[in-house]
């Protein structure tokens, strides 16, 4: 894309409205625009990192089995009443009514209507386990909406549901969605805590939630140092292997970690003394095993083995698709802007002509850009006719990993500069060699 022809409305004050760094940066990176309290235009840098994130959540989504589908957003209340939470769920719901006058609502959550799906569409246990999971716009008419995308009132969740035979069969979906949650967070660059929690009004009483550390968090978290420094990595596990799953997810929730609600100061004492921290945290996830809640309030059974009937075992599973946004940039940035993790970020990299106009540099980074898209990388061409200063400091904002940066006199020694956003650092190199670096660094992703 050259930025000439994109469309990057960038701010260059500080807007008034933001009180954390990541909604400011999203604003002034002409990343979105605020519509309403909590609700949000996605403009096209913002768009594309989003979508960046819900394909690593697809794609590591079905590397474990998980089956995509897609849910209205509208849904009606009786469905609702069936389960109870009509009424329980408060002023948080959106409530509409049509022109026949039927009660609607705008979906904070899908419990209710996969469970209809499901009931109309499985009978047997033979058909289990089964997880269906779509990612969707929500609407909660939050109390206080703020911080941008982080606490919205319209957002977009991944919503994943498993239907499965038994307890232990759904234990092991709830760890399942575990380990395929740190792995969606790890490739996003963000390192997750999986915390015990409070399930609210989804109900049950195993449910984790996943905190992203940052001094902006809406929640407070004491836990032990170590935690922080576990990875998946490369580690290849059998999703199907229950006993290797709940291995990693002992692994991951042994060392301390808790919200201020279910905080035990005892255990957190135990923990050596150095090592005890107590910060803030976003959520950026939670999972939940609920069992037969849903499934017997509104008749969703399967016939077993032995052929009797028994209500479907069920969890949810959410992830804060656009919440992640606001997470990453909580987590990469510094005062010059994002700094975003090469897994999630909009362009792979930019490029600053440093003397627009002029032949040769205008040429070598019309070469340099065709180069890399070769390698089936996305490059921002910054080609405007605008000071070397304002290239660099829009490059900064935006958060670009990766920068080129082309002028007269590096091309008189056919070099480039290949600058890291993350370290600042500069290497002098070819243009080809900047081409095949940057191509090794997503490569190696
Ligand atoms: C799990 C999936 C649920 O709703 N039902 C379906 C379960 N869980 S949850 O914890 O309430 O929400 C899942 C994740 O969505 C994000 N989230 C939000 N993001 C932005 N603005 C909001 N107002 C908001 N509310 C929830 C969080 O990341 C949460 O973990």
């Given at each position: 894309m050259r930025l000439s022809r994109y469309f990057l409305p960038v701010l260059k004050e500080n807007p008034a409205d933001a009180q954390i760094v990541s909604h400011r940066y999203m604003l002034r990176a002409g990343m979105i625009k605020q519509q309403a309290a909590g609700i949000y235009s996605w403009l096209p840098l913002g768009f594309k990192v989003l979508k960046r994130i819900e394909q690593i959540v697809h794609e590591e989504q079905m590397r474990v089995g998980h089956i995509p589908l897609l849910m209205p957003t509208m849904q009606t209340a009786d469905l609702w009443r069936e389960s109870g939470r009509y009424d329980d769920y408060g002023q948080e719901m959106l409530r509409i009514k049509d022109r026949q006058g039927r009660?609607?609502?705008?979906?904070?959550?899908?419990?209710?209507?996969?469970?209809?799906?499901?009931?109309?569409?499985?009978?047997?246990?033979?058909?289990?386990?089964?997880?269906?999971?779509?990612?969707?716009?929500?609407?909660?008419?939050?109390?206080?909406?703020?911080?941008?995308?982080?606490?919205?009132?319209?957002?977009?969740?991944?919503?994943?549901?498993?239907?499965?035979?038994?307890?232990?069969?759904?234990?092991?979906?709830?760890?399942?969605?575990?380990?395929?949650?740190?792995?969606?967070?790890?490739?996003?660059?963000?390192?997750?805590?999986?915390?015990?929690?409070?399930?609210?009004?989804?109900?049950?009483?195993?449910?984790?939630?996943?905190?992203?550390?940052?001094?902006?968090?809406?929640?407070?978290?004491?836990?032990?140092?170590?935690v922080t420094d576990l990875k998946l990595g490369t580690r290849e596990i059998d999703v199907d292997d229950r006993a290797a799953v709940a291995d990693v997810c002992r692994e991951f929730t042994t060392l301390y970690a808790r919200t201020d609600e279910t905080h035990d100061a005892a255990l957190f004492d135990a923990v050596p003394e150095d090592r005890r921290r107590v910060a803030r945290g976003i959520e950026v996830g939670q999972i939940f095993y609920f069992g037969t809640k849903y499934s017997e309030a509104m008749g969703a059974t399967v016939v077993t083995p032995d052929g009797s009937r028994v209500p479907v075992e069920m969890g949810s599973h959410g992830i804060g698709v656009s919440r992640l946004l606001g997470a990453i940039i909580e987590a990469n940035h510094d005062d010059k802007g994002i700094i975003w993790p090469e897994g999630v970020t909009p362009f792979h990299v930019g490029i600053v002509n440093l003397k627009q106009g002029d032949g040769s540099t205008d040429s070598a980074c019309s070469a340099l850009y065709a180069a890399l898209v070769a390698k089936g990388l996305e490059p921002l061409y910054d080609d405007r006719d605008e000071r070397a200063g304002a290239k660099f400091a829009t490059m900064d904002l935006i958060g670009l990993p990766w920068r080129i940066t082309v002028g007269p006199r590096g091309l008189a020694n056919g070099k480039v500069e290949l600058t890291s956003r993350r370290t600042g650092e500069s290497e002098e190199v070819s243009l080809e060699a900047a081409v095949e670096r940057v191509a090794q660094i997503y490569a190696n992703l």
């Open positions: 009660e609607m609502l705008f979906g904070p959550t899908n419990e209710e209507m996969i469970t209809d799906i499901f009931r109309a569409h499985v009978n047997s246990y033979k058909d289990l386990p089964l997880t269906l999971y779509q990612i969707q716009w929500k609407f909660r008419d939050e109390v206080r909406p703020r911080f941008g995308v982080m606490r919205g009132r319209e957002f977009l969740m991944k919503d994943g549901y498993n239907f499965d035979l038994d307890r232990d069969a759904a234990i092991h979906a709830y760890n399942r969605h575990m380990v395929s949650y740190l792995r969606t967070y790890e490739r996003m660059g963000l390192t997750a805590i999986p915390m015990r929690a409070d399930s609210g009004p989804i109900g049950g009483d195993d449910t984790h939630e996943f905190l992203v550390l940052a001094e902006t968090g809406e929640s407070e978290v004491f836990y032990d140092s170590a």
